[in-house]
């Protein structure tokens, strides 16, 4: 998330910009879903939360535990 936050701020905009989280946890266990949940809601710190979805999957890339992919709509300013 906090590469997610730099991009968007690097292109004017922020966390407030997004409208899609996909979030897909290697081995998806209740433990590891509740640990992504409070790391994800703290980013927000009160703001609204964009649309979500977790998936559990069997392996991810390069061997990570977590992968995230964002949507965005940041107007021209």
């Known amino acids: ?3 997610i936050e730099a991009t968007l701020e690097a292109c004017g905009g922020g966390l407030e910009d ?3 989280v996909n979030v897909f946890l290697k081995n998806n266990d209740s433990a590891r879903y509740h640990s ?3 790391a994800y ?3 927000f ?14 392996s991810l890339a390069l061997g990570a ?6 949507t ?3 107007c021209p300013k």
Not at 45 to 58: H, M, N
Not at 65 to 70: D, S, W
């Open 1 to 3: 998330m906090t590469l």
């Open 18 to 20: 997004l409208t899609n």
């Open 36 to 38: 992504m949940n409070r």
């Open 41 to 43: 809601v703290e980013y």
């Open 45 to 58: 710190k009160g703001k609204p939360l964009p649309a979500r979805i977790t998936v559990g999957c069997g």
């Open 65 to 70: 535990n977590v992968e995230v992919q964002a």
């Open 72 to 74: 965005a709509y940041c």
